[in-house]
């Protein structure tokens, strides 16, 4: 026993100076693989560090933070670090929690009255642990807040009552960005701060990270931060505006460095504790990086079967990486990727991001230094992402061809484009416009437009206008449908791909026409020769009204046309004949009826 824990002393000697007496060399070593790493993948820029115990054993900037004016990266660049911000939003909860201010079984709707879930087995059992670690039974529903954005935190709690799930909860862990707005917004109301000054305060000052910042404004006035770009298929790269993540900031709106973000590691590396501080408690510390929820099966590979098992904690993934238990996180927002990763029983910690868009470099970098300050044999990584790079393209262009040969040819829209047109709204995510410029239908929703390409029948591809350029990679499928009266009334969206579409109610757009205009409708008529409706205007808008039932509103939709705008599938059609209104059209489900003007 004594020889054996003898043993284990010079194991431990020898990793500690393995860390120690890192030389220069190795460093310059280590330098020119990920340079080969940036190139290869063709990426504007990155920045790196290594963290072990309570120190930063290197940091250094790679590529560019302004390519076109070949602007070098720095270790104190920001960046934004996307998703990686929700290792933060659930500390913040942490903390709370040591301070007895709430308690993670608890509903999170004792901390938010309004909040409802869709589902009365959601509002019944869902707790605020199963917000942290994305076990709700909600899929993801992303589209609802990328392309329908709003400063409102009011507005996206509300919209959550209409967002379906795909399973029960706790039987299927699935990502969800809504579930960590929530659990901002529950800070919120414990602290009477907002997440922002409770992450600032809590954090940000403690460890340090004072040019860390949360909106893109503030990243601006620094005197060191990077834009953002997008590379395509043939290794150019395209400057991309910066998101504004507006009220889900909780989700992922931190911009920082590499140089501040390695203090955050080596407070999780100390189980919470940043010089001699207890910052985040220690028995959340421990809790966060243990495993809440299975993700995958996470069964090793092939080419790798020392990387396995995938579970989440809170703000965390958890796996084995190389009989190393691993924590990481990553992040991407539009123009920048990021991963932030530790390894608990070597207390080591690397931080790396990027400003390329949807990026395989953070995950490379990640596993190429893991690998070296571990001392481990070389992984093949890049030579892996680069023949992964190879097979995916062909992949998609099978696909493509695949779902072009499916297409039924010779069909067209049940409808001239012009019908098609109209507000089209669905609680959960927003409003979106449908017009017809120049034969082509072009959507707009709150933030973003696309324009709609006929597949066959009513079903169209819709395609992205992002960054001022079609994205034709990923159509998103629209499916029109009409009501009994014939009209389209529907619009099912493929914006959530564990669901079958959601689904858009339509409005058409109503035509202004004058009051004097609607003169000419207001009569008695008599429909089948039997039943007298009338026909008035009052305070500007035009009235039918059937003895014995509620006066009904129409709203005016050009040719004499005009919809009840409180029954669904329900409209009027006026006859004209020599200048003259003559006749009206009931149709409605059940039929049409006609009836004719009375005289005077």
């Excluded at 010079?10 to 500690?16: E, K, M, N, P």
């Excluded at 060191?224 to 909780?250: R, V, W």
């Amino acid at each position: 026993m004594k020889k054996l824990f003898l043993q284990l002393i010079i194991l431990i000697s020898l990793a500690d100076f393995s860390f120690a007496q890192t030389t220069k060399k190795q460093f310059q070593e280590l330098e020119t693989e990920l340079e080969n790493v940036r190139t290869s993948l063709n990426a504007p820029g990155f920045a790196v560090a290594i963290v072990n115990k309570d120190q930063i054993l290197y940091a250094k900037g790679f590529g560019y933070k302004d390519l076109e004016n070949e602007v070098p990266v720095t270790e104190n660049t920001l960046f934004a670090i996307g998703s990686v911000s929700k290792s933060f939003t659930s500390a913040v909860l942490g903390v709370l929690r040591k301070e007895e201010k709430i308690d993670f079984d608890e509903r999170p709707g004792k901390y938010i009255s309004e909040l409802r879930f869709m589902e009365p087995w959601m509002n019944e059992q869902i707790i605020v642990k199963d917000l942290m670690s994305h076990r709700t039974g909600l899929p993801r529903h992303d589209l609802s807040w990328f392309m329908f954005p709003t400063n409102s935190k009011e507005e996206l709690i509300k919209r959550i009552e209409f967002q379906k799930p795909f399973t029960g909860l706790r039987q299927q862990w699935y990502y969800n960005n809504w579930m960590f707005f929530l659990q901002g917004e529950i800070g919120r109301r414990l602290t009477g701060q907002s997440w922002e000054d409770n992450v600032k305060t809590m954090f940000l000052d403690k460890l340090g990270m004072s040019r860390s910042n949360f909106n893109i404004p503030d990243l601006e006035k620094d005197l060191d931060y990077s834009f953002g770009y997008s590379t395509d298929g043939e290794g150019i790269n395209t400057k991309m505006d910066y998101y504004d993540i507006a009220a889900m900031s909780p989700a992922g709106a931190i911009n920082s460095s590499v140089s501040e973000m390695s203090n955050w590691l080596i407070t999780w590396i100390n189980g919470g504790k940043f010089k001699e501080e207890q910052v985040i408690p220690e028995a959340y510390a421990k809790e966060a990086i243990s495993s809440q929820m299975v993700v995958s099966s996470g069964l090793p590979s092939k080419e790798h079967p020392d990387a396995q098992f995938a579970n989440y904690g809170y703000g965390w993934f958890l796996s084995s990486y190389r009989g190393h238990y691993r924590v990481e996180h990553g992040g991407n927002i539009d123009g920048f990727s990021a991963s932030a990763s530790f390894f608990p029983t070597d207390s080591v910690g690397i931080m790396v991001l990027t400003n390329q868009n949807g990026s395989q470099i953070p995950g490379l970098v990640r596993n190429i230094v893991a690998d070296k300050i571990l001392g481990l044999e070389a992984g093949g990584w890049l030579e892996d992402a680069l023949e992964q790079k190879e097979k995916n393209k062909e992949a998609q262009a099978k696909a493509k061809a695949s779902a072009d040969s499916a297409k039924v040819s010779g069909t067209k829209p049940s409808h001239i484009l012009a019908e098609y047109t109209g507000s089209y709204d669905n609680s959960g995510y927003g409003k979106m416009e449908i017009k017809l410029e120049n034969d082509t239908l072009f959507v707009k929703t709150g933030l973003y437009q696309m324009f709609l390409e006929h597949d066959n029948y009513d079903l169209f591809d819709a395609f992205l206008i992002y960054q001022g350029e079609p994205n034709r990679d990923m159509p998103i499928k629209f499916k029109f449908e009409s009501n009994m009266a014939g009209d389209i009334s529907l619009l099912k969206a493929g914006f959530e791909p564990a669901l079958e579409g959601i689904e858009f109610k339509r409005t058409p757009k109503p035509v202004d026409v004058s009051e004097d205009d609607l003169k000419k409708y207001e009569g008695a008529y008599l429909l089948m020769g039997v039943q007298e409706v009338k026909i008035y205007i009052k305070d500007g808008k035009l009235y039918a009204f059937v003895p014995g039932q509620p006066e009904y509103e129409q709203i005016p939709l050009g040719n004499h046309e005009f919809n009840f705008k409180t029954l669904e599938g329900f409209k009027i059609k006026f006859e004209e004949k020599d200048g003259e209104i003559i006749a009206v059209n009931f149709i409605q489900p059940n039929g049409t009826f006609r009836g004719e003007r009375k005289k005077e």
